[in-house]
């Protein structure tokens, strides 16, 4: 008997298996990658802006929170 050829049956389980071990890798790094996406979302984001304009209706440094999240400034110097 010739011992070096697999079986249909074998065959299709070790595909199987593999298959199965590629899409647990990849449901595992969409995960991750859903994780870090959501955490980018809420994280706070200071946008600074100027206008000195005169005929702009409020002229000065203006500081937003245009993120998600709630902003702490820390420290601040001039």
Not at 14 to 20: L, N, V
Not at 38 to 51: A, H, K, Y
Not at 55 to 72: C, M, Q, R, T
Request: no cysteine; aromatic share 4%.
């Amino acid at each position: 008997m010739n011992t070096n050829k697999l079986k249909p049956d074998t065959l299709t389980a070790i595909s199987s298996i593999i298959i199965a071990l590629i899409a647990l890798g990849i449901s595992i790094w969409q995960g991750i990658e859903t994780r870090n996406h959501n955490r980018q979302t809420v994280t706070p984001n200071l946008s600074i802006t100027r206008d000195f304009r005169n005929e702009a209706k409020d002229v000065g440094i203006f500081i937003e929170s245009v993120g998600l999240g709630p902003v702490i400034i820390k420290k601040s110097s001039s």
